[in-house]
């Protein structure tokens, strides 16, 4: 966790996604007021993950990789209409090798960085789609779903919140989704209103993966949200939105969280 998020830090804080670009805090700070479960099962993975400070054996000989299958539901606006047209197998797969080398130290996070940041290091995680589907049968890890059938998402796409055009996303993300506990589920919309992606903090429910408009799939954008995905916050939490600085009285409650960020 704490080279995760040396790593991440990296991307944060330079100019590869502008913090407005990010909807995650907008989307997850709506849900811990308006959704008891959600902030149920949020609050209980904070504490287990809390409860696992310090256990980790920084000096272990032995580093195991861990492989994580990933789902990418391509919801488009008909069988002719972009982004299915435009997202083409062969540009999944390059973009889960990208985020692969960004996981491993060799993509964005090599790059655009100041002489003083912190060298990338290899997570020992990598993304594969999945082969095998939740009921048992072959797959190549990628749902193309007409979502033109749920109203709305034709004309305006998705919205990152209530106050902004489109329709809520779980509408359109019932339409395709995988048992969260077993995939990284990955959803691509055509218009994404108010950012450009946001992923959701691990949690358990049925939504846990990230939103991304298409434009931005393949890109280190998506290396930021599955970043969240996996319980990073920004190392800017708490700025209001840009607004002010964040407090940094207490760095096991604010800020991402992590005392050796600085």
């Known amino acids: 966790m704490r080279i995760l998020i040396i790593f991440l830090s990296i991307i944060f804080s330079t100019n590869v996604l502008p913090a407005q670009n990010c909807g995650l805090e907008k989307k ?16 209980k993975h904070k504490a287990y993950m809390k409860s696992q400070d310090g256990n980790n054996n920084s000096n272990r000989s032995i580093v195991q990789k861990y492989t994580i299958p990933v789902v990418i539901h391509i919801l488009h606006k008909g069988e002719n209409e972009i982004p299915n047209t435009s997202l083409t197998d062969a540009l999944v797969l390059e973009t889960i090798d990208n985020l692969n080398k960004d996981f491993a130290g060799l993509g964005i996070a090599n790059s655009g960085t100041s002489t003083n940041s912190p060298p990338a290091l290899d997570m020992e995680i990598e993304f594969c789609l999945a082969n095998t589907a939740p009921d048992g049968t072959s797959t190549n890890g990628i749902n193309r779903v007409d979502a033109s059938v749920v109203p709305g998402y034709y004309q305006d796409g998705v919205q990152t919140d209530v106050d902004q055009p489109g329709v809520e996303a779980t509408l359109v993300q019932d339409l395709s989704y995988w048992p969260t506990l077993d995939y990284l589920n990955i959803w691509i919309v055509h218009k994404l209103n108010g950012s450009a992606a946001y992923a959701y903090y691990p949690n358990g429910n049925r939504y846990d993966g990230v939103v991304t408009e298409h434009t931005y799939f393949n890109s280190s954008i998506l290396t930021h949200e599955v970043g969240h995905w996996l319980n990073l916050h920004h190392t800017f939490e708490g700025d209001n939105g840009g607004d002010s600085c964040p407090e940094n009285n207490d760095c096991t409650t604010q800020g991402d969280e992590v005392c050796d960020t600085p």
Do not use: I, P, S
């Open 28 to 43: 997850h700070q709506r849900l811990l007021v308006k959704d008891a479960e959600y902030r149920k099962a949020y609050e």
